[in-house]
């Protein structure tokens, strides 16, 4: 997904800077809670924040990851909302917050916000599409695929490509057990659909893993 502060123009990016307030958040820290009431829009400044579901005691689904300039839980931050789901710190974090009505007031004075900010939407629907059909799919080596292209495709370097997501962090963001997990990548490295290093997943190729999905 897009970098939206370094989409913008630098007066407006200072601008969107002081229009919030910087805090920071410690690793597994909730920056809020599904179904608080929505008044700010978060950005990430840096660190990752993951989005998550808490379908049933015990169990976690990442349903989005923000990096470093990137914004989320839009919509409910623009109708002022309960929020959809839970925000917390993968890691040390620092999290601009927008208070909800400078944030509107943003969008009414800055076609080029809006536009970005409309931008931003769009890509964070097409990855909610991409769980959904990661999480409708039965296969969970397919579900594994589909999620290590997704993570792959958020890598800008060229192959190979290390995945630096740790098992757990799959498993959530597939709807799987960590066991299950485990057991799916070695097999999709058995099938040299990867390569296992100490530990470390490693895509020598996406083209197995896109044969693997279709």
């Avoid at 409309?118 to 397919?142: D, F, K, N, W, Y």
């Avoid at 579900?143 to 740790?166: F, K, M, W």
């Amino acid at each position: 997904m897009e970098n939206l502060l370094k989409s913008l123009e630098g007066d407006l990016s200072d601008r969107i800077i002081r229009a919030g307030t910087t805090r920071s958040y410690g690793q597994n820290q909730p920056i809020f809670f599904e179904g608080d009431i929505a008044t700010f829009l978060p950005i990430v400044l840096s660190g990752t924040v993951k989005m998550v579901k808490f379908p049933e005691l015990g169990k976690e689904v990442i349903l989005g990851l923000f990096h470093a300039g990137q914004a989320f839980a839009i919509p409910p931050a623009m109708d002022g909302k309960q929020f959809p789901a839970t925000a917390i710190a993968t890691d040390n974090s620092e999290v601009l917050l927008i208070p909800r009505e400078k944030f509107l007031d943003l969008l009414r004075s800055s076609a080029e916000f809006s536009s970005a900010i409309t931008s931003s939407m769009c890509g964070i629907l097409r990855h909610q599409v991409g769980t959904i059909q990661i999480l409708a799919t039965p296969s969970a080596e397919q579900r594994i695929a589909a999620a290590l292209l997704r993570l792959a495709g958020e890598d800008i370097g060229d192959l190979p490509i290390e995945i630096a997501y740790r098992r757990k962090d799959i498993a959530e963001m597939t709807g799987l057990s960590l066991e299950t997990t485990i057991r799916a990548v070695r097999r999709l490295a058995r099938k040299d659909c990867l390569t296992i290093v100490g530990g470390r997943i490693i895509l020598e190729s996406t083209t197995p893993l896109r044969n693997l999905v279709r």
